[in-house]
């Protein structure tokens, strides 16, 4: 398959998106592009400015100052705030709430929105998040929706941070999860969906490296 591609890959908190996009665009020779993490930068910049509480307004205000941006590294998309690579501070639990709650705001989206789209124009890329396939990339040549039972998503989030040296609960992290979806698939703007034409994978099952001969065998060629 040539560069000009690109693969959307949606799903909820803890599904294995951004492993298995990761994999897949090891596979391919293609950018993973991790659009979760642009929001997880924005709920840092946030919690750095002791803003997290702040009204919509003055999330907006703080913006006008930001800079977000990609770098790619080895065929690796890194984050950067103000210069800064933050990506490797970005998986707290706590940010990932933040982030999920300011998702919904119209701003925080359309400070983001040019920069997922124009890094999916280029082609080569594997984009995961919540609505790439249907906001960022509705013509994206093959639309995954990743899934996996809650109780197997916590687990997988539990191991992530046991790995890390981070204290977590397993039925605290499964409550969150739950919590999450219920707020991602219910927002007003661009809620967590199956896009139209997405194919539906549930991993709750498979290995990362099952899931991704999964998808090689949909690509067209």
């Known amino acids: 398959m040539t560069r000009n591609g690109s693969i959307a890959i949606d799903g909820p908190s803890a599904s294995g998106k951004s492993s298995l996009a990761k994999a897949l665009a090891r596979e391919l020779g293609w950018i993973h592009a991790d659009t979760g993490a642009l929001y997880r930068t924005v709920a840092l910049s946030l919690q750095r400015n002791r803003l997290t509480e702040a009204q919509a307004t003055d999330v907006c205000r703080h913006l006008e100052n930001r800079k977000v941006a990609y770098s790619v590294q080895d065929n690796t998309t ?28 119209p701003c925080v989206r359309e400070f983001l929105f040019h920069l997922q789209r124009d890094m999916g124009k280029k082609g080569g890329v594997v984009m995961d998040g919540r609505d790439i396939g249907s906001v960022i990339l509705p013509d994206a040549t093959l639309k995954i929706f990743l899934t996996a039972d809650a109780l197997t998503r916590a687990r997988r989030r539990f191991a992530e941070m046991q790995q890390k040296g981070v204290p977590g609960d397993l039925d605290a992290i499964r409550r969150d999860l739950e919590d999450r979806d ?10 967590l969906t199956q896009a ?10 498979m290995t990362i490296e099952d899931a991704v001969k999964w998808i090689l065998q949909k690509l067209p060629n």
């Not at 933050?86 to 933040?98: H, Q």
């Not at 219920?182 to 809620?191: E, G, H, K």
């Not at 139209?196 to 099952?205: E, F, I």
């Open 182 to 191: 219920r707020q991602d698939s219910s927002r007003s703007l661009a809620p």
């Open 78 to 105: 890194r984050v950067l705030l103000d210069g800064e690579d933050v990506t490797d501070l970005l998986r707290s639990e706590e940010t990932g709430r933040i982030a999920s709650r300011i998702s919904q705001i």
């Open 196 to 205: 139209q034409g997405a194919l539906l994978l549930d991993n709750t099952h």
